[in-house]
């Protein structure tokens, strides 16, 4: 089993930038592609970014296209998402989850998630 930190969230004003960061430790020896998901207060989670393992795969959804980028660091064993021009609808509950293969069919999909983190709020104010 793998374990999943995040880390990196935080209040930011309206235009600002974030970078969350998600490692993971235990059972790293697998290869699976990894992906960031949030979850804002009574909305079900989304799909944010994905990436693969080799990091020459990425999947950004078309609501943070632009804003957002997703990348990892394999020797650390990290991913990375960069947020920047922040709007107040980025608020949420940002999880790191990896999926179950190292080629999910649809990383748009929660269900293709295998482990997830504890999530770390991010908090946009206008």
């Known amino acids: 089993q793998v374990q999943l930190v995040e880390s990196g969230g935080g209040l930011v004003q309206n235009g600002g930038s974030l970078r969350l960061s998600c490692a993971a430790s235990g059972d790293t020896f697998r290869r699976n592609s990894r992906g960031w998901f949030r979850q804002a207060p009574g909305k079900e989670r989304e799909f944010v970014a994905a990436?693969?393992?080799?990091?020459?795969?990425?999947s950004i959804a078309a609501s943070v296209k632009g804003r957002f980028t997703i990348s990892r660091d394999s020797a650390k064993n990290t991913v990375y998402l960069q947020m920047n021009s922040l709007k107040p609808e980025d608020t949420a509950v940002y999880y790191c989850?990896?999926?179950?293969?190292?080629?999910?069919?649809?990383?748009?999909?929660?269900?293709?998630?295998?482990?997830w983190g504890q999530g770390t709020q991010v908090t946009v104010s206008s």
């Open positions: 989850g990896e999926y179950k293969t190292p080629s999910p069919s649809n990383f748009y999909s929660a269900v293709n998630i295998g482990s």
């Open positions: 990436i693969s393992w080799t990091g020459d795969i990425t």
